[in-house]
């Protein structure tokens, strides 16, 4: 397994069947062009099985920090430690580039990725709950 940082649009696009939804080749590029932002996908087989994102965040008061927005790992390849690599290359990224730790939101019942995170030595901190708004609803 290889993995590496997506630099053109066209890698996003072949690593879309990862996605929830297919890959805009203007999303992508607008996503590859913003700083801060990263996308790291893993390598098998000539192809990619695995990606991760993150985005990393600037607050006045504490500096910068890694959210890790979403990962996912095709079903054939699931269970070979794909995920926690990705988690921990995104971490090591994250440490490169200064941010003082890394986050991620994860949907009660996902016991893969928890278990993704956790063996890449993330920890549970007990004090958070997601509030979200979709602005593409009707009712927002």
Do not use: Q
């Not at 890698?11 to 990263?38: I, K, M, Q, T």
């Not at 979403?70 to 926690?84: D, F, K």
């Amino acid at each position: 397994m290889d993995i590496r940082r997506a630099a053109t649009v066209a890698e996003v696009v072949a690593a879309e069947h990862l996605f929830d939804n297919p890959a805009r080749s203007a999303w992508a590029e607008r996503f590859l062009a913003a700083a801060g932002h990263h996308l790291l996908l893993a390598y098998s087989d000539g192809g990619p099985v695995g990606f991760v994102s993150g985005v990393e965040t600037v607050h006045p008061d504490k500096g910068t920090e890694m959210f890790l927005y979403e990962l996912a790992v095709g079903e054939p390849y699931r269970r070979r430690g794909i995920g926690r690599a990705l988690v921990e290359r995104l971490a090591a990224l994250a440490r490169e580039r200064g941010c003082y730790g890394m986050w991620v939101g994860v949907d009660t019942g996902n016991d893969a990725a928890l278990a993704a995170y956790r063996s890449a030595g993330g920890k549970d901190d007990g004090t958070c709950t997601v509030l979200a708004w979709d602005f593409a609803s009707p009712e927002a």
